[in-house]
């Protein structure tokens, strides 16, 4: 798969993850966290990140970083651009560390394709991105610990929901052929 190529395909599954969530996320977030405004509950856009980090490692951000500033809320003043910036590529950078540090002390297998990954390890290497997205919404004060809290647990389920989806559709693909 050439380079644009894969720029195209992320971008569009990214663009497509935001606008689930604006669509689902935040109808489901009034019933289930209304007095968090920030977090949302099933935050989609996690999960490509992460199957975008296993699929292309370092490059993933690459590849997601223009639409993910697309997305991004710049606020009116310098220090909210820059924030949103520093979010928009922490949080891409987050999901390619949770596999290099994971895989690093043997906690999953990390071959790049060459081997098929558990789906353990995917469900683990994406909860500890999640973690480090949370944390660093945390550390740059965007957030206070429950809202963290929240930006963790959203992407965490957007994650699963993604994995869900994705294994549905691509049995069905085999199915089909």
Not at 88 to 105: D, I, N, Q, T, Y
Request: glycine share 6%; aromatic share 16%.
């Amino acid at each position: 798969m050439t380079d644009l190529v894969a720029l195209v395909m992320c971008s569009i599954f990214y663009a497509m993850a935001f606008e689930a969530v604006f669509v689902v996320s935040d109808k489901l977030q009034q019933f289930v966290l209304p007095d968090i405004i920030y977090a949302s509950v099933l935050f989609f856009p996690h999960g490509v990140r992460v199957l975008a980090a296993y699929l292309f490692g370092w490059r993933s951000i690459l590849y997601l970083l223009p639409i993910s500033i697309v997305f991004v809320w710049f606020g009116d003043d310098a220090g909210t651009i820059f924030e949103g910036l520093v979010l928009a590529l922490g949080s891409l950078v987050a999901c390619v560390l949770a596999f290099e540090v994971l895989s690093r002390f043997d906690f999953i297998e990390r071959n790049y394709l060459s081997v098929s990954i558990d789906w353990k390890s995917l469900a683990l290497a994406g909860a500890f991105g999640a973690m480090m997205n949370a944390a660093l919404h945390y550390t740059l004060d965007v957030t206070d610990v429950r809202a963290s809290g929240a930006i963790f647990v959203g992407d965490v389920l957007g994650f699963a929901a993604v994995l869900v989806v994705s294994m549905l559709f691509f049995r069905l693909l085999r199915e089909l052929s």
